[in-house]
């Protein structure tokens, strides 16, 4: 690629913009913000190059290619089905894509609103191929991933005590002040 080895890229006129989104999206789903800031970086400095951007957001709304909501769907889907995260993890990384709180919270919903956690953290126990800790060392380790994987402390607690491991409950979401929701 041209950029990487050091060149500066010429900057786009809008239908270089719509181009460079179009190809952007059929590599990989991003949200209206992380295709913005790829496209301004891309754009004619100044007033033209932010109505470009623009002008090429809406146009890629219109034709169905650019939609937070679908983003939201799919991103919350994939993390849940395929990796097994827990709905705290899952909300942090839509926070990290830009998606606005109140879709991310609905999208949540949707799709976290009838899972049993347990049930998920169990899932992602084996898709990790996680073993049953023996000691404190190990325990411990077993608690920071599974709340890492965005499940709550009493999830965590009962998919320990499942193991057989002896454990002192302490409510961390309590402690944490309960970011990002998502009870068992």
């Known amino acids: 690629m041209a950029g ?3 060149r500066a890229r ?6 270089g913009l719509l181009e460079y ?3 952007s999206l059929s590599s990989k789903m991003k949200s209206e913000r992380d295709l913005r800031r790829k496209m301004t970086e ?3 400095p100044g007033e033209r190059g932010v109505a470009a951007v623009e002008a090429v957001l809406l146009r890629l709304k219109d034709l169905g290619y650019l939609s937070d909501e679908r983003f939201a769907a799919d991103y919350v889907r994939l993390r849940k089905e395929n990796e097994r ?7 942090q990384g839509l926070m990290q894509q830009g998606i606005p709180q109140e879709l991310a919270s609905a999208s949540l919903e949707t799709a976290y609103g009838e ?3 347990a049930s998920l953290a169990k899932e992602y126990v084996a898709r990790k191929r ?6 404190d060392k190990e325990t411990s380790r077993a608690v920071r991933r599974l709340l890492g994987a965005g499940f709550s402390s009493q999830t965590v607690w009962k998919v320990l005590r499942e193991w057989g491991a002896e454990v002192e409950e302490v409510d961390v979401d309590e402690i944490e002040g ?3 929701g998502g009870e068992a």
């Open 4 to 6: 990487r080895s050091g």
């Open 10 to 15: 010429a900057p786009l006129d809008e239908s």
């Open 21 to 23: 989104a179009v190809r």
């Open 42 to 44: 891309r754009a004619q």
């Open 85 to 91: 995260y827990g709905r705290r993890r899952v909300a």
């Open 115 to 117: 899972v049993d956690e």
């Open 130 to 135: 996680m073993k049953r800790p023996e000691g």
């Open 178 to 180: 309960r970011e990002g």
